[in-house]
């Protein structure tokens, strides 16, 4: 039927159709998992996006080939040309989530190179780019991460006027215990020199954040219905998944902690990335310790092709496996980066509906479609899968 038709069928279907939004059924934010039919979505943002300063906690978090760049940059705007280019991606990516029917929303515009001063440190800004690093819905529930980075500290701000709209909309609104993110939230001596070093680090569990308070990252979780899988990173702490544990718990949520080796682990969605009831993509590069569990459940663990991004395409604040980092718009139907040609057949081999999208530039500000996203709403009900 043409909704655009007047007559009484084409009301009747109109009225139909909106009932079996989840947002009438369940007010403005409502996801369980990374696959349900996404209604709504928030997309990042280039604007006013600056380098970082290059601390402890960004050093620990970068490649040694990058540092020079953050040496050189910190506090400054990206690369303009960059931003160019990776705004007009990002544009276009907006478009075509709309295409499919999704809402698209975006986060407010902020002078991210403006320094401020706590009482324990100071610092500048980063960006509002990757919404997936600091909010996490659960539920009808919108979690407001409290960070790692010092540069990160304000970035929720950007997302406020969007997050009050859907407080005044029925959703639930946590912040987690803001850090003091003083020196000794950081092992200030974290010695990283090599890829050798990283490796020797991770694998004895000895990461540039402490336990003096807890921090995480939201994009170290990754969801699943009943239950939520999460990391140890560089950016994510014992104490602030122990927060984690006993927030979800009081909802029925089953949290549960994985480990890879990784030499670098810093959000978990391009090592472990689900795609659908029983079905994740797991990094080969980056073994899941505790993979039996999911294979003893009957999951598919897909180990997904090489990426084919060029070794010289900059990508600052991330490793090439941004090639997996994929947005599901529901199970059959997935937003892959057009040029990865490989992992786009394995989708087409599962039977899922590629939707090939460009978003070269906007990688290298550190993210894929699943970090430039955070999904608000997904039609779905809150099931178990393990
Ligand atoms: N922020 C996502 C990057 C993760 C990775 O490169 O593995």
């Avoid at 921090?215 to 998944?241: E, H, K, L, P």
């Avoid at 009831?277 to 980056?286: A, H």
């Avoid at 991004?309 to 490793?319: A, F, T």
Wanted: aromatic share 12%; glycine share 6%.
């Amino acid at each position: 039927l043409d909704k655009n038709n007047s007559n009484v069928a084409s009301e009747d279907y109109i009225m139909e159709s909106d009932e079996n939004l989840s947002h009438e059924k369940h007010g403005p934010v409502w996801a369980w998992n990374e696959w349900d039919p996404l209604e709504e979505v928030i997309v990042g943002n280039v604007n006013g996006a600056t380098v970082p300063p290059f601390t402890v906690e960004v050093k620990a978090n970068t490649y040694a080939k990058h540092w020079e760049f953050f040496r050189k940059h910190g506090g400054t705007s990206f690369p303009e040309g960059y931003l160019k280019k990776a705004n007009a991606e990002i544009e276009e990516f907006c478009n075509i989530l709309k295409h499919e029917g999704v809402e698209v929303k975006r986060p407010d515009n902020m002078d991210f190179s403006q320094v401020y001063q706590t009482p324990d440190f100071e610092s500048c800004g980063m960006y509002a780019a990757m919404p997936r690093d600091i909010l996490l819905v659960i539920g009808d529930e919108i979690i407001e991460a409290p960070m790692a980075w010092r540069s990160r500290f304000f970035e929720y701000r950007a997302y406020r006027s969007l997050i009050k709209e859907y407080f005044k909309g029925g959703a639930m609104w946590t912040t987690a215990p803001k850090p003091q993110m003083a020196d000794e939230l950081y092992d200030q001596v974290y010695p990283i020199r090599s890829v050798e070093d990283r490796h020797r680090l991770a694998a004895n569990g000895q990461f540039v954040t402490t336990e003096f308070e807890p921090c995480f990252d939201a994009a170290d979780f990754m969801r699943a219905g009943r239950d939520v899988f999460v990391q140890r990173s560089q950016v994510t702490n014992y104490m602030g998944i122990e927060w984690m544990r006993r927030h979800l718990e009081k909802k029925g949520i089953r949290l549960h902690t994985l480990s890879f080796k990784d030499p670098n682990p810093m959000h978990i969605d391009a090592t472990f990335n689900i795609i659908g009831p029983g079905m994740v993509l797991s990094n080969p590069d980056r073994p899941c310790h505790q993979i039996e569990m999911f294979k003893n459940a009957g999951w598919d663990v897909i180990h997904p092709p090489n990426p084919l991004i060029s070794d010289d395409h900059p990508l600052w604040m991330s490793s090439k496996w941004l090639s997996m980092n994929v947005l599901m718009l529901d199970p059959k139907r997935v937003i892959v980066q057009s040029t990865e040609t490989s992992i786009r057949k394995l989708f087409e081999s599962l039977g899922i509906e590629c939707i090939p999208v460009n978003i070269l530039h906007a990688n290298s500000l550190g993210g894929g479609f699943h970090c430039w996203t955070c999904d608000i709403r997904r039609n779905g009900e809150l099931e178990s899968y393990l």
